[in-house]
């Protein structure tokens, strides 16, 4: 990979998009890095119209095409040096692991190890960190394997959970930390590979 050549980002959401929409702006006019395409499984996912309106071409796969190939054609068509799951549901195919190692990010809404895996995202890890009393919850940006939430930790950042936080209130502050840090993590991730 050129070192000096403006590195190209894909980006991939299965929802909202909140989290998309800021890495789009973050890297809209960078130097270094830049977000050349949007892809969802779920063709309702509002982060489509987001990328859309940010001027990113955005494209709908569903789950049998990132199985057999077809998402990975996609992103090698516009030379993705990077794939950014931002909100993203469906676990990364062999394919992909395959031809981005350790080119992968994710985040997670929950200090890793704990409330990672099959089934832990959004509300559902605020659920459960809640229910567990926990004092305090974050985010994990890390890289992505063959299993759920278990690549290698990149970065955390941790916020307080009160006795009296709701699932509602540790979501807010969790998705304040997302906001504060994802971007500028990806871009040291992406400019210094």
């Known amino acids: ?16 998009g909140s989290n998309a929409e800021n890495i789009i702006r ?3 006019n960078h130097p270094k890095a830049e977000v050349v395409l949007l892809v969802s499984n779920k063709a309702d996912a509002f982060a489509l119209q987001r990328a859309k309106n940010l001027n990113v071409l955005a494209y709908v796969v569903p789950k049998f095409g990132f199985e057999n190939g077809e998402a990975l054609q996609l992103f090698q068509y516009y030379e993705a040096d990077f794939l950014i799951l931002a909100g993203f549901l469906l676990k990364a195919p062999q394919n992909l692991l395959e031809a981005y190692p350790d080119r992968i990010v994710n985040i997670h809404p929950a200090l890793l190890p704990k409330y990672g895996g099959k089934g832990m995202y959004g509300m559902h890890v605020h659920e459960a960190v809640v229910a567990h009393r926990e004092t305090e919850s974050g985010i994990t940006i890390h890289y992505v394997n063959e299993e759920y939430d278990a690549g290698k930790v990149i970065f955390q950042a941790k916020c307080d959970v009160l ?3 709701t699932p509602d209130d540790v979501a807010a502050k969790v998705h304040a930390l997302e906001y504060a840090h994802f971007p500028s993590v990806i871009e040291q991730v992406v400019t210094t590979f």
């Not at 990979?1 to 909202?16: H, N, Q, W």
């Open 1 to 16: 990979m050129d070192k000096d050549k403006k590195k190209r980002l894909a980006v991939l959401a299965s929802g909202s």
């Open 26 to 28: 973050y890297f809209k």
């Open 163 to 165: 006795p009296d936080d």
